[in-house]
């Protein structure tokens, strides 16, 4: 069974649609990538799949459960499964970050305090940042803060991790470190992962399936394995972001090797 089931899902902002017609599922174990230009509802998405936002219709169901008709202490209970670093990162500016990385821990309640601190320093050096478990977040880069929030969002050992642009911003280096370190995580817990990114190398390196999202049509266009997507989708907007072409190419492109009545999809 699957560990993610998005079937028929629309979101919307009051009168306002988003996207229509989301349905796919992610495996445990898999890395699956949410694409679309900037505004199309992919952040929207994730806040979806995490329970912050109700869906206009259809589901977002956990391991056959249908989030929304669980009652509040089992959509706590789904929620345990999850790690999240949102867009921005979004640590506590407040604390520092061994603080930040110790409070997942904490509402897990089954570690003690000195314990806790030990996990949260193992985290942190696993995302380069032993030496800065003191520091706060107005003192480190961006890079840095992307680290610590994702050390944040593995603490609980989700079975679901959720990652909002998790290397947006960073240099080829740091965000082909954080790519590994992805990998590196989904080996060692066998958690699902489902990543926002505009990143053609990091979806191309670690990504298993993914789903295209459309914000003129407001619905997928594309949804498959990206590598599989850029050497096949026809579709002009895709082509334009796996494949980097001006979209005016790809448009004629498409004009001249597509059949009349062509589907818009993969
Ligand atoms: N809380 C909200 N209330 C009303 N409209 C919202 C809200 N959050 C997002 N929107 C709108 O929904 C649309 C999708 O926003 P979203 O942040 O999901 O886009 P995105 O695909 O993540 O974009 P980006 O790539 O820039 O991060 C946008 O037009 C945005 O203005
Ligand atoms: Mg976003």
């Known amino acids: 069974m699957a560990l993610v089931s998005v079937r028929n899902l629309e979101m919307r902002f009051g009168e306002r649609l988003i996207q229509r017609d989301i349905s796919f599922d992610v495996e445990p174990g898999r890395i699956f990538v949410v694409m679309g ?32 008709q669980a009652d509040g202490a089992g959509r706590m209970q789904l929620r345990e499964n999850f790690g999240v670093l949102f867009q921005g990162a979004a640590l506590w500016s407040s604390m520092t970050l061994l603080e930040n ?19 949260a320093r193992e985290l942190l050096d696993l995302v380069g940042l032993g030496r800065f478990a003191d520091f706060f977040p107005a003192d480190i ?25 998790p290397s947006a911003g960073l240099d ?3 965000s082909k470190r954080l790519d590994d370190l992805i990998l590196e995580l989904r080996d060692r817990t066998g958690a699902a ?13 670690i990504a298993d399936d993914g789903i295209f999202l459309d914000a003129d049509s407001k619905h997928p266009i594309a949804h498959g394995n990206p590598r599989t997507l850029r050497d096949r989708c026809q579709h002009p907007t895709v082509r334009a972001f796996l494949r980097r072409e001006a979209l005016a190419d790809a ?10 009545n062509r589907k818009d999809s993969a």
């Open 37 to 68: 230009g900037s505004g199309c509802g992919k952040s929207t998405l994730l806040k979806h799949m995490i329970g912050l936002i109700e869906p206009a219709a259809g589901s977002v169901s956990y391991d056959g459960r249908d989030y929304w």
């Open 101 to 119: 990385v110790c409070v997942p821990l904490e509402r897990k309640g089954r570690l003690d305090r000195a314990a806790r601190e030990e996990k």
């Open 141 to 165: 880069s961006g890079g840095m803060k992307k680290r610590a929030g994702l050390a944040r969002a593995i603490a609980g050992e989700p079975r679901l991790l959720f990652l909002d642009e």
């Open 172 to 174: 080829p280096i740091s």
């Open 193 to 205: 992962v489902v990543m926002v990114t505009h990143e053609l190398p990091s979806i191309f390196a």
């Open 251 to 260: 448009e004629a492109s498409e004009a001249r090797i597509a059949p009349p």
